[in-house]
């Protein structure tokens, strides 16, 4: 069964602080990792990662994929206390020219200031 | 400024009574995906559509639950009869495929809060 697992399910941290966020997947026909920021609302995109090795950065945050150990990793880097929100991941699969994601339950970031 | 829209935002009912959520995904896309969100379970695929036919509702309570699309511009989830374990946020998103190549980008509505008392 594919499945996507997130760690921690929760972090606390100060202001300025950097936190690492780990997805680690086991699924057939692997296409595609994404991640997402979720508030209080509606998911919003963040990255999307395909190749493994190539980082992709946006302002204080960064994500990187590792398809040989089936894992990736969200990076921020001095917090503030507007990324507090729970961050998804999830993983496209099947076979060519299937477009569905399976997510993982999220990592719920706090940031005090 | 494109983005998928949900209606309603929100939702109370009692129990037994039919619901209806509806969709307008982002203009030419040709993907549209419902999930439901509760705070046990995450984010749980329901169905989704590809050039408005159901390719996949294995995730979807098929006695109550139902999924359509009458045109492009429009997606519906049903839920008839409604239970309180239905009591959940309703994302609708939507994506983009062009020949058989998809890299599974989607856009989420902003959601539909349902209480069922």
């Known amino acids: 069964e594919d499945k996507v697992v997130q760690s921690p399910l929760s972090l606390v941290v100060h202001e300025g602080d950097t936190v690492t966020l780990n997805c680690s997947y086991e699924?057939?026909?692997?296409?595609?990792l994404l991640w997402y920021k979720q508030e209080k609302k509606a998911p919003t995109f963040l990255f999307m990662l395909?190749?493994?090795?190539i980082e992709k950065k946006s302002g204080r945050l960064s994500s990187i994929l590792d398809k040989k150990e089936l894992f990736s990793i969200l990076n921020i880097t001095a917090t503030q206390t507007g990324d507090s929100a729970i961050y998804l991941c999830?993983?496209?699969?099947?076979?060519?020219?299937?477009?569905?994601?399976?997510f993982g339950t999220g990592t719920r970031l706090q940031v005090f200031p | 400024d494109a983005r998928v829209t949900q209606t309603p935002r929100h939702k109370v009912t009692e129990m037994g009574q039919e619901v209806t959520m509806r969709c307008q995904p982002i203009?030419?896309?040709?993907?549209v995906f419902w999930y439901r969100q509760t705070m046990m379970q995450g984010l749980e695929l329901l169905a989704y559509?590809?050039?408005?036919?159901?390719?996949?509702d294995s995730g979807m309570p098929k006695d109550r639950f139902s999924a359509e699309m009458p045109d492009a511009t429009l997606a519906t989830l049903k839920i008839q009869p409604s239970e309180p374990r239905d009591s959940a946020v309703y994302f609708c998103?939507?994506?983009?495929?062009?020949?058989?190549?998809?890299?599974?980008?989607?856009?989420f509505g902003p959601g539909t809060r349902l209480t069922v008392l």
């Open positions: 998103a939507s994506g983009w495929t062009s020949g058989g190549l998809s890299y599974n980008e989607q856009f």
């Open positions: 699924v057939t026909n692997f296409r595609s």
């Open positions: 203009l030419g896309h040709n993907t």
């Open positions: 559509f590809r050039n408005r036919a159901p390719l996949d």
């Open positions: 395909t190749s493994s090795g």
């Open positions: 999830a993983v496209g699969s099947g076979s060519y020219n299937t477009d569905k994601l399976i």
